[in-house]
């Protein structure tokens, strides 16, 4: 049985994906594939077929399917992680080969982490985790299932992160103590640029910044 690896998405970030899943999962024939259920016209994209998630799971066994899904919105995105593992495609975990992982770090299944991202100690982060370039988890931290950081986040020590929150390119949360980490609620979203210093309720688009210095 031939595998097929599929990134499940066809936009920016998929095509940043694409050559990490390509490098990480080799196959022999060269099988991999975009999946974009809005797909009006089967063609190329980088080199890579596209196709519908209902094409795919018809044309090919499904336990020959392994999929990353390169989807920030996490509502989108926990639907595709039910869809997929209901149907028994395999989910998988992407690791640039230059990121930088530490010592007692637990990950869930269908993370993404893309070139330059670190990881450092005794970290515990849900499913579905997404890390995109140059982004940072520091020690102790706690993070929930279907979190994502935009490219450079800077998530200091003593965090709890709780699930679906999304935080914005350049964003800097503060390290916490470790009888008292900085919590972001759930579904929370941290704008780009924000500095956090002090937990932030669930369900909250947190836009906060350091004020600029006079001249």
Request: hydrophobic share 40%; with cysteine; glycine share 8%.
């Amino acid at each position: 049985m031939v595998d097929i690896i599929a990134v499940y998405g066809s936009g920016g970030f998929a095509r940043e994906v694409m050559p990490l899943v390509k490098k990480e999962k080799q196959t022999i024939d060269n099988n991999y594939y975009f999946i974009d259920d809005y797909l009006q016209k089967e063609g190329l994209i980088n080199g890579a077929k596209v196709l519908t998630y209902e094409k795919l799971i018809h044309d090919f066994s499904i336990n020959s399917i392994y999929c990353s899904i390169a989807i920030a919105n996490f509502k989108a995105r926990r639907k595709i992680t039910e869809k997929c593992k209901q149907d028994g495609v395999k989910i998988i975990s992407i690791k640039a080969d230059n990121c930088c992982v530490m010592d007692e770090v637990i990950i869930g299944e269908g993370s993404i982490l893309s070139p330059f991202v670190t990881i450092t100690s005794n970290v515990t982060i849900g499913k579905s985790f997404h890390a995109n370039l140059y982004s940072y988890v520091g020690h102790d931290c706690i993070i929930g299932d279907y979190v994502t950081f935009a490219p450079g986040v800077k998530c200091n020590g003593n965090v709890k992160i709780n699930d679906n929150v999304f935080v914005g390119t350049g964003a800097i949360i503060h390290q916490g103590k470790s009888n008292k980490p900085i919590i972001i609620g759930e579904n929370s979203k941290i704008a780009a640029g924000a500095v956090v210093t002090k937990n932030i309720p669930e369900n909250i688009a947190f836009e906060e910044s350091v004020p600029a210095a006079d001249p």
